[in-house]
């Protein structure tokens, strides 16, 4: 059963694995996080053929991340400064969350602002290919 409907010439899926709630105190085993994660990303990656973006914070990034899943493309979420000292290059970067921008009329009165680290040649390996391979 298709769940997204037609991702063909979209950007890739990502993951968004950040801290929420309670567990902003209460950490899950490193392992856990690690394997259900690897799990998860192997399965978007057979249906869609390609490897999904990991969006992450910089906490979640150092806690579990950093060490691990490097062949996946990244998208780090960090309005204070750029981030460096990841150990890797990233793809995307939310660099706020509380931009306003003329013209939009939706709920939220800000919104995120990210920013590509590649060329317009470099963005489209980050698209979703035909279905004609993809079940």
């Known amino acids: 059963m298709e769940i997204t409907g037609e991702m063909s010439g979209h950007l890739v899926p990502a993951v968004d694995?950040?801290?929420?709630?309670?567990?902003?105190?209460?950490?899950?085993?490193?392992?856990?996080?690690?394997?259900?994660?690897?799990?998860?990303?192997?399965?978007?990656?057979?249906?869609?053929?390609?490897?999904?973006?990991?969006?992450?914070?910089?906490p979640f990034y150092d806690r579990y991340l950093r060490d691990n899943f490097n062949s996946y493309p990244l998208w780090i979420r960090n309005v204070y400064t750029p981030p460096f000292g990841l150990g890797r290059e990233w793809q995307f970067w939310q660099y706020t969350d509380t931009a306003v921008l003329e013209g939009y009329n939706g709920e939220e009165k800000y919104i995120d602002r990210n920013v590509f680290y590649g060329t317009e040649k470099d963005l489209e390996t980050y698209l979703v290919p035909l279905l004609d391979n993809i079940r």
């Open 17 to 58: 694995v950040e801290y929420y709630g309670d567990l902003r105190e209460k950490f899950p085993e490193k392992d856990k996080v690690v394997q259900n994660l690897e799990t998860f990303l192997l399965i978007l990656e057979e249906q869609y053929q390609v490897k999904p973006v990991i969006y992450t914070t910089m």
